[in-house]
């Protein structure tokens, strides 16, 4: 157990919708991430959140958008959705400025 | 930004015998190189680190060598298991950011 937890662990829905992921870091630990993994793919950097503000952005699209709360859980919103958009969705938290990042179990989204 | 590239991506070896992952990097100012293992439908997990003052760290079957002038750094696997079979993959974090940039992946098949 990495201490991250992310919810729901599976989601299915349909084209178009909207839905939201959720991403509670590990406990003192200040920078959330959120990574896309596609079947068969490496882990896309999406964003990166340290102490409630943006850090770093990476490939993410429009249709996206994530915060992280005052308790320092993030939300990861995902619009309009697409079929490509079917993958797994890794949040991952670490403690300090190239530090381990312990990564949740992950959020399967499945677009139909 | 940073480019992390990973080869092979895929390798299969004989049980027993020594596995050997290579990735490079571009951007100079990178300093600490983590390398995360994927086990099938789990979340990934630090197997090893090595930060840029040091050439070379070892964990018992598990190794890590570093170039900084030649921008490559290496994970050596020996006597391998069944149980070593995963995805791998190695990534590199700038001293200008928190930003990870991890590399494609490589798929390791360990045959009994």
């Known amino acids: 157990d990495s201490g991250v937890t992310q919810t729901p662990k599976h989601l299915i829905t349909a084209t178009g919708q909207r839905v939201t992921l959720r991403c509670s870091p590990r406990?003192?630990?200040?920078?959330v991430y959120w990574y896309q993994q596609s079947l068969d793919q490496g882990l896309q950097f999406l964003i990166q959140?340290?102490?409630?503000?943006?850090?770093a952005k990476g490939n993410i699209l429009e249709r996206f958008s994530a915060q992280q709360f005052p308790d320092l859980h993030s939300e990861l919103n995902l619009s309009s959705l697409e079929l490509g958009d079917s993958a797994l969705y890794f949040c991952?938290?670490?403690?300090?400025?190239?530090?381990?990042?312990?990564f949740g179990e992950g959020s399967r989204l499945t677009v139909l | 930004g940073e480019n992390v590239e990973q080869h092979p991506s895929t390798l299969s070896v004989q049980e027993g015998d020594s596995a050997v992952i290579k990735c490079t990097y571009s951007?100079?100012?990178?300093?600490?190189f983590p390398w995360y293992k994927q086990e099938l439908g789990k979340r990934p997990q630090l197997i090893i680190d090595?930060?840029?003052?040091?050439g070379e760290k070892k964990d018992q079957r598990i190794a890590v060598t570093l170039n900084k002038t030649a921008k490559h750094f290496s994970l050596h696997i020996t006597e391998t298991q069944p149980e070593d079979s995963a995805v791998y993959f190695c990534a590199a974090n700038p001293n200008t950011g928190n930003q990870f940039y991890f590399g494609t992946g490589t798929s390791l098949t360990v045959i009994p």
């Open positions: 991952a938290s670490s403690a300090k400025v190239a530090g381990e990042l312990f």
């Open positions: 959140y340290y102490n409630g503000e943006e850090r």
């Open positions: 406990s003192g630990d200040l920078s």
């Open positions: 951007d100079s100012a990178s300093n600490y």
């Open positions: 090595i930060r840029s003052n040091v």
